[in-house]
């Protein structure tokens, strides 16, 4: 069975700073899909950035990119130049190559943003 | 844009009682997901529905859960005899048909559900 790993259960950073939050997996298959979510107060899910396995370059949306390092089998999170919005709960998440299959969350970081 | 909504926002229940919880998926999408996280955890998969069946169900899906998609739009989680431990946060998800190469699924803003 494959699992995701966030061994951060908290992380802290100054508006307008750099942050990286880290995950890690474990997982046999060779096909496959990372994400990260966004969870604020309101605890709604909202998708923040993917990547797929087979990618080797890695994803970026504006302040949010990753660091995937598919034989380490580490996907990490930096958001760049940090808003007092970023705060919220992160979970980093895998997907099977199959097609709709289920989502397997890490445990999840609590990010703080500092003024 | 397209949402996931999901009804109540808030349901509070008395233990052994029989809940129901609610999902409109997009309206072109195929394949629906039930998730829960109980308070300060992480997000678990229930289970995963396409074509009027259970395409994968969790260990947490036992008997006492059940899946129904009623009508063209509404697709429900049946709780038979709610459990202390029941208490979570429910979180309805759908999918397109589109082969995307990432397939993402779109959360509703969930149902917290208070078993009392």
């Known amino acids: 069975a494959q699992t995701v790993t966030q061994s951060q259960p908290e992380m802290s950073v100054q508006e307008a700073e750099t942050v990286t939050l880290s995950c890690t997996y474990d997982?046999?298959?060779?096909?496959?899909?990372l994400f990260w979510y966004k969870q604020p107060p309101s605890r709604q899910m909202i998708l923040v950035i993917r990547?797929?396995?087979?990618?080797?370059q890695n994803a970026t949306e504006n302040r949010f990119s990753v660091n995937f390092q598919k034989a380490a089998k580490s996907f990490s999170l930096k958001i760049s130049d940090s808003q007092l919005g970023d705060a919220a709960m992160y979970f980093c998440?895998?997907?099977?190559?199959?097609?709709?299959?289920?989502?397997?969350f890490g445990q999840g970081t609590i990010l703080t943003v500092h003024p | 844009e397209p949402e996931v909504t999901q009804t109540p926002s808030h349901q509070v229940t008395q233990m052994g009682q029989e809940v129901i919880l609610r999902c409109v998926p997009i309206?072109?999408?195929?394949?629906f997901y039930w998730y829960r996280q109980i308070l300060g955890q992480k997000v678990e998969f229930l289970v995963s529905?396409?074509?009027?069946?259970?395409?994968?169900k969790s260990e947490i899906f036992d008997d006492q859960f059940s899946v129904e998609r009623p009508d063209g739009s509404n697709f429900t989680l049946k709780i038979r005899s709610t459990k202390l431990e029941d208490s979570a946060m429910y979180f309805c998800?759908?999918?397109?048909?589109?082969?995307?190469?990432?397939?993402?699924?779109?959360f509703g803003p969930g149902t917290r559900l208070t078993v009392l």
């Open positions: 998800a759908s999918t397109g048909m589109r082969l995307s190469s990432y397939n993402e699924q779109f």
């Open positions: 997982t046999s298959e060779s096909d496959y899909y």
């Open positions: 990547q797929e396995a087979y990618k080797q």
């Open positions: 998440a895998y997907k099977g190559g199959t097609s709709y299959g289920k989502l397997t």
């Open positions: 309206s072109n999408h195929l394949y």
């Open positions: 529905f396409y074509n009027n069946e259970i395409s994968e």
